[in-house]
């Protein structure tokens, strides 16, 4: 079968149809969606049209808007007063209110009057008709009139006596109820003195009588009384003003001076729950997580959960800075939510305090540190003798800012911690239980006594001192010769590290007595004597018996240039 020519063309030009709509979409859908750019702008924020209600004794009708040169608040105060105008005719009958459509409003007349006038501006919700919001007003006005003869009728009036008589009644027996009862309070408080009140005490210091906690007692009571009548006097007022129509908006006024702070705060509260419930689910969590660290670092401490790099003693200072980290988290976790939080005033102040803090506690910062540092280097625990730079004593508080120590003298010595860690620290009782602390002393003998005699006086006398131990056993070093006598240093050990003084002081004792008793002389360092004619350097008690200072000897030497025969 053979095609036409024609034919043939018809269908390359069918073909090549989709195609250039293909290409012709392609180029221009830059140019659409620059010209549809404008129109995908998010639409700006449409500002509300401010309306006011019209009121009737308190009771709002309907809300209205600013027409022309009429503000919202003016078109609703005039509409209030040609209603209330209204009202005061008592020939009019309320049912009579029509309305009346004209070309660009619909006005609600009473009469020849015309009370408001209804336009399509008022008209709220799309769709609807300006004739059937007219009537809705004139039927919410009708109804407003009708209420509103009903409470100036004389039967209203007379219910409104009635209610005010009953409500000054219930007021005079509220007022006697408190005349009779505050002063029995009163008079059980004043009895009350020394008896069932006790005074206030901190530890030792009366900080509050019993005759003045009465006193207190008896004015917070006095105000108690003061705030509960002013507060009845002001609802009794309140209320009697809104029995009566004149006197209604009155009524409403004071009310709103309670309600609306009331409102307000109840409000805020409401709106602050959420924030309440996180806090408190915070608080709770972090109560929990320290009261099982206390559990975990406790049982550390006793060694019942043991690690073999973490000592016991390290149990309560790492609980006490894990508690704080968790309690500063704590606080960066709450503060978001506080209430004021994020006003500028209460970020002021935050900014300040921690400005002050930062400037003000660098040193208290530096101690915290060091005595955190200190703990975990463990270099001395309480009831230590150490020696801390040139002080001497027994530890009796390690805490974060400092490190307090008693003297062999009862001198109780604070030291900061900076300064603890920035110096030497020697502590005589770390090995003293286990290998004990060496004791030493040095003594100086001339030549003339034999070495083996001053060792076995030396040993005698650390074996006659307390609190010496017998093993390890003491020796003796000889640590110099020198030009006129030998340096003995004695070495003894002690497991009482905190009683040096006293065992140093005893093996002098003992020392001196040994050597007194050998009749070994201890003439060093500084001794000088002609043994000729002075007496020996022993006590009396220790000389043997008969002893005799010596006498000066001279004697003459023989001439060697003279002859004997003359």
């Known amino acids: 079968m053979t095609l036409s020519p024609t034919f043939s063309k018809r269908t390359r030009l069918r073909s090549l149809i989709p195609l250039a709509l293909c290409l012709l979409t392609l180029c221009l859908a830059p140019l659409h969606a620059q010209t549809l750019q404008p129109e995908q702008q998010p ?33 609703a105060n005039v509409i209030s007063e040609r209603i209330h105008d209204l009202s005061k005719d008592v020939s009019f009958d309320p049912n009579a209110i029509t309305v009346s459509e004209a070309t660009t409003t619909s006005d609600i007349v009473a009469g020849d009057r015309i009370l408001m006038s209804v336009t399509d501006l008022d008209v709220a919700i799309p769709g609807e008709s300006r004739h059937n919001l007219a009537l809705d007003y004139a039927h ?14 004389a039967r209203s009036l007379l219910l409104g006596c009635a209610y005010a008589l009953a409500a000054t009644i219930v007021l005079l027996i509220l007022l006697r ?54 507060t009845l006097l002001y609802f009794y007022i309140s209320l009697d003003l809104g029995f009566f129509p004149w006197t ?26 959420p924030n309440l ?66 006003s500028p005033a209460f970020q002021g102040i935050s900014i300040f305090l921690g400005v002050l803090f930062s400037l003000g506690s660098s040193s208290a910062v530096a101690n915290i540190v060091a005595g955190v540092i200190l703990t975990y280097m463990r270099a001395f625990k309480v009831g230590d003798r150490v020696q801390m730079s040139d002080t001497i004593g027994d530890v009796i508080e390690c805490s974060l800012l400092v490190t307090r120590l008693r003297t062999i003298k009862n001198v109780e010595v604070t030291i900061a ?31 003339d006594a034999p070495w083996r005699i001053v060792h076995q006086l030396l040993l005698a006398a650390a074996a006659a001192t307390e609190n010496v131990l017998t093993d390890p056993k003491p020796f003796i070093l000889q640590t110099a010769l020198d030009d006129f006598y030998v340096h003995y240093e004695l ?25 007194n008793e050998a009749g070994v002389e201890i003439m060093s360092p500084h001794y000088a004597t002609m043994r000729d004619g002075n007496r020996i ?9 008969g002893y005799v200072t010596p006498s000066f000897r001279v004697g003459l030497e023989p001439n060697p240039t003279k002859n004997p025969t003359d």
């Open 43 to 75: 639409p700006a924020t449409v500002q509300p049209v401010p309306q006011v209600p019209v009121t009737i004794n308190g009771r709002a009708l309907f809300t209205v808007r600013g027409l022309l040169s009429f503000t919202a608040q003016t078109r």
């Open 537 to 545: 350097a022993i006590p009396d008690q220790y000389l043997p018996k």
């Open 417 to 447: 911690n900076s300064m603890v860690l920035s110096s030497h620290i020697v502590n005589f009782s770390t090995s003293a239980q286990q290998e004990g602390l060496i004791l030493h002393t040095t003594v100086t003998i001339g030549y």
């Open 177 to 230: 109820i408190f005349s009779t009862l505050f002063p029995r309070f009163y008079s059980k408080l004043d009895t009350s003195r020394d008896t069932i009140i006790p005074s206030l005490h901190i530890q030792k210091f009366e900080l509050l009588p019993s005759t003045r906690i009465a006193d207190i007692l008896i004015g917070l009571v006095r105000l108690l009384r003061l705030a509960l009548t002013v």
């Open 248 to 273: 209604r908006d009155y009524a409403h006024l004071l009310i709103g001076y309670i309600l609306a702070p009331l409102r307000l705060v109840g409000t805020a509260i409401i709106a602050y729950l």
């Open 277 to 342: 419930f996180f806090i408190a689910v915070i608080a709770l969590v972090a109560v929990y997580l320290i009261k099982l660290l206390r559990v975990i670092f406790t049982e550390m401490g006793k060694q019942t959960i043991a690690f073999s790099s973490f000592h016991p003693e390290w149990s309560e200072p790492t609980y006490k800075i894990a508690r704080f980290l968790v309690l500063a988290l704590t606080a960066i976790a709450i503060f978001p939510y506080l209430p004021g939080s994020k």
């Open 140 to 153: 919410r006005i009708t109804i407003a009139l009708i209420l509103l003869r009903k409470e100036y009728s």
């Open 491 to 515: 070495n003894a050990f002690t497991n009482i590290p905190n009683h040096t003084a006293r065992i140093y002081s005893d093996l002098h004792q003992n020392i001196q007595d040994k050597f």
